[in-house]
């Protein structure tokens, strides 16, 4: 166990819809960092905050948005859902922020999210 | 054309014996190099992470080499454990100025480790 949580474990909606995936990082963790994996692209960086700022920014797409709140957990949006939005969404967090991502990530186990 | 290339893409061994996975790329300006472990449906687990100055890291039975002349990475397994059954995923990391950095993924080598 990683200690970071994600919530929901599965989720199964239709095309079009909104979904809210939640992240709670290990305590004393700043940083939270979002994951899309699917079995064609395989695993993508999405988004990174640090302290709630964003920090970086990877392959996310616009109908896709994420947010940092002042008690560090985090969430990411997805909307106009597609069936290729199909993935595992992971969170992992770290300590903190360094400038050339050397800091040591723990990961979540993952919202498997299915688009009927 | 993916800047991280593993290989091989599967690889089956028998317990106990070693196996070296490979991961070759051309990311450029280089920052750092990772090698996680996932199971399967479980998020991946960091197993070293090297930067440009280091060539050898080791976490237990598992070593990563790093030559940033050839951009050539390798993780060795010593003495598999059925436990090291899963997929190991380098991901390279590239300075972006102004930005900070950008993350590039192989496809990953699937290990199974048969009794």
């Known amino acids: 166990d990683s200690g970071v949580t994600q919530t929901p474990k599965h989720l199964i909606t239709a095309t079009g819809q909104r979904v809210t995936l939640r992240c709670s990082p290990r305590?004393?963790?700043?940083?939270v960092y979002w994951y899309q994996q699917s079995l064609d692209q395989g695993l993508q960086f999405l988004i990174q905050?640090?302290?709630?700022?964003?920090?970086a920014k990877g392959n996310i797409l616009e109908r896709f948005s994420a947010q940092q709140f002042p008690d560090l957990h985090s969430e990411l949006n997805l909307s106009s859902l597609e069936l290729g939005d199909s993935a595992l969404y992971f969170c992992?967090?770290?300590?903190?922020?360094?400038?050339?991502?050397?800091?040591?990530?723990?990961f979540g186990p993952g919202t498997r999210l299915t688009v009927l | 054309k993916n800047q991280v290339e593993q290989s091989p893409q599967s690889l089956i061994i028998l317990e106990g014996k070693n196996c070296t996975l490979q991961?070759?790329?051309?990311?450029?300006?280089?920052?750092?190099l990772r090698w996680y472990k996932q199971d399967t449906g479980r998020g991946p687990v960091s197993l070293t992470i090297?930067?440009?100055?280091?060539n050898t890291k080791s976490n237990g039975r598992y070593t990563a080499t790093l030559d940033a002349d050839t951009k050539q990475s390798s993780l060795h397994i010593t003495a598999s454990q059925l436990s090291d059954s899963a997929s190991y995923i380098c991901?390279?990391?590239?300075?972006?100025?102004?930005?900070?950095?950008?993350?590039?993924f192989g496809k990953g080598t699937s290990l199974l480790v048969t009794p």
């Open positions: 992992a967090s770290s300590v903190a922020f360094t400038s050339d991502n050397t800091d040591t990530q723990y």
């Open positions: 991961c070759n790329y051309t990311v450029s300006p280089f920052s750092n």
């Open positions: 305590s004393g963790d700043l940083s």
């Open positions: 905050y640090y302290n709630g700022e964003e920090r």
């Open positions: 090297m930067t440009f100055s280091e």
């Open positions: 991901v390279v990391s590239a300075y972006v100025p102004n930005s900070g950095y950008a993350l590039n």
